[in-house]
């Protein structure tokens, strides 16, 4: 270790120990209680079926109990602990932690996005791994495995980055396939900015869409009682109104903290008899304003405040 390496080490604090230990999963102290209808959960099962067919992935984290030599409490993990008993392994390596905090992990907690579920199982294959073992380690049925496999097909590759990390459904997809490239793109675009992922609004969408900018043999599908005229009019609408949204977003906060301290100034400024009594006089269209911003309770309009 050289001069500098010993310098960091001595500022920064290692967030886990440097081995792992093997533990006894009945040693294990959860800092939380499951809920009884954890196990009953989708989510719960697709883990037991991962850890049956290619064994635990992802160690649990543990930190050593100060008040209790040789006790380790459990920060993160709880569900695989849990199935691990239920499995009847009575033993798993952890990862030690540092810090006895379970904030972190219990709630920063990041989903797989369907663009980044694609490249996981297509390495998978890639690397030779049948797709009945990968079927059973998600918990899903072959075609399944080949529907995600084959969801990008047709996607640009500027569509695929703007969603890569967006909670966008398999569905919607198959819904973006149906158009070309730039259309595809735009149509990403209308998704993240109104931050609705929903197959109900991707179909929106791709009603509102020309035909020209669909791939040949794809037809929109028509939604009851709305022309596709009428819906590109609210579509571009839909993106004016997020652009503003937008803009509006930038300066809000200084904004709001403008109106706080103006409204802060005329309530004292209102409290001078001298004050009002000259505007009373001279400007009482500005006594009247003055008086409406020093009683705001809200910065939103009377309707929407009601």
Do not use: W
Request: aromatic letters at 4%; glycine letters at 4%.
């Amino acid at each position: 270790m050289t001069r500098k390496d010993r310098r960091l080490s001595d500022v920064v604090a290692h967030a886990f120990e440097d081995d792992c230990v093997t533990l006894s999963v009945d040693a294990l102290l959860p800092v939380r209680v499951l809920r009884t209808a954890t196990k009953s959960s989708k989510k719960y099962q697709q883990i037991a079926a991962s850890i049956r067919e290619v064994g635990l992935v992802e160690p649990p984290v543990v930190a050593r109990d100060p008040a209790n030599p040789g006790t380790f409490l459990l920060l993160d993990g709880h569900v695989r602990v849990e199935v691990l008993k239920d499995l009847g392994i009575e033993q798993v390596e952890c990862l030690v932690s540092t810090d006895d905090e379970a904030f972190t992990y219990n709630k920063r907690i990041s989903r797989l996005s369907s663009v980044q579920e694609h490249k996981m199982i297509r390495r998978a294959i890639e690397r030779g791994v049948p797709e009945e073992k990968i079927a059973k380690a998600l918990d899903i049925n072959t075609q399944s495995v080949r529907r995600k496999v084959r969801m990008l097909d047709g996607i640009c590759d500027e569509t695929v980055a703007i969603l890569e990390d967006k909670p966008c459904p398999m569905a919607v997809f198959e819904i973006l396939r149906k158009m070309k490239p730039l259309r595809q793109i735009e149509a990403a675009e209308l998704l993240v900015n109104a931050n609705n992922y929903s197959v109900a609004y991707a179909s929106a969408i791709l009603a509102g869409t020309p035909q020209t900018q669909l791939v040949e043999g794809s037809k929109a599908k028509r939604i009851k009682g709305i022309t596709p005229e009428a819906m590109a009019r609210m579509e571009s609408e839909l993106a004016r109104l997020q652009e503003s949204i937008t803009s509006i977003q930038e300066t809000y906060g200084q904004d709001h903290l403008h109106l706080t301290v103006v409204k802060g100034y005329l309530a004292k400024l209102l409290g001078n008899a001298r004050v009002v009594r000259y505007l009373m006089q001279h400007r009482p269209e500005f006594l009247t304003e003055f008086q409406a911003i020093s009683d705001m309770t809200s910065t939103l309009p009377p309707e929407a405040a009601a």
